[in-house]
Nanobody, 122 residues
Framework: QLQASGGGLVQAGGSLRLSCAASGRTFSVFTMGWFRQAPGKEREFVAV????????SYTDSVKGRFTISRGNAENTVYLQMNSLKPEDTAVYYC?????????????????WGLGTLVTVSS
């Protein structure tokens, strides 16, 4: 089970930190990531991190602004979002896959949380 939190309303240029708490499985050895879906748009990949945190990948639109990290001791993955833009407004989903390799396609992730809403006002 994946439980995302930390979403909310923020002004453009502001920051938010999303958290995803994993339970029920050995998520510490899973690759984990974040996807998002904006109103009227398709779900898109945001960021991914492998099991030990030494490999990450980001979609181009968030590079340099977002940072994904994880704390395996607490079975949690984080998404630090800085310099937020109105186009970052979306429901953000925490995801996991039971493999060590990273992936960026939604069908590669077996486990999905319910999502947390991020709204960035201009």
């Amino acid at each position: 089970q994946l439980q995302a939190s930390g979403g909310g309303l923020v002004q453009a240029g502001g920051s938010l930190r999303l958290s995803c708490a994993a339970s029920g499985r050995t998520f510490s050895v899973f690759t984990m990531g974040w996807f998002r879906q904006a109103p009227g748009k398709e779900r898109e990949f945001v960021a991914v991190i492998n099991w030990n945190g030494d490999t990450t990948s980001y979609t181009d639109s968030v590079k340099g602004r977002f940072t994904i990290s994880r704390g395996n001791a607490e079975n949690t993955v984080y998404l630090q979002m800085n310099s937020l833009k109105p186009e970052d407004t979306a429901v953000y989903y925490c995801v996991a896959r039971p493999f060590s390799s990273i992936a960026t396609t939604s069908t590669d992730f077996y486990y999905w949380g319910l999502g947390t809403l991020v709204t960035v006002s201009s």
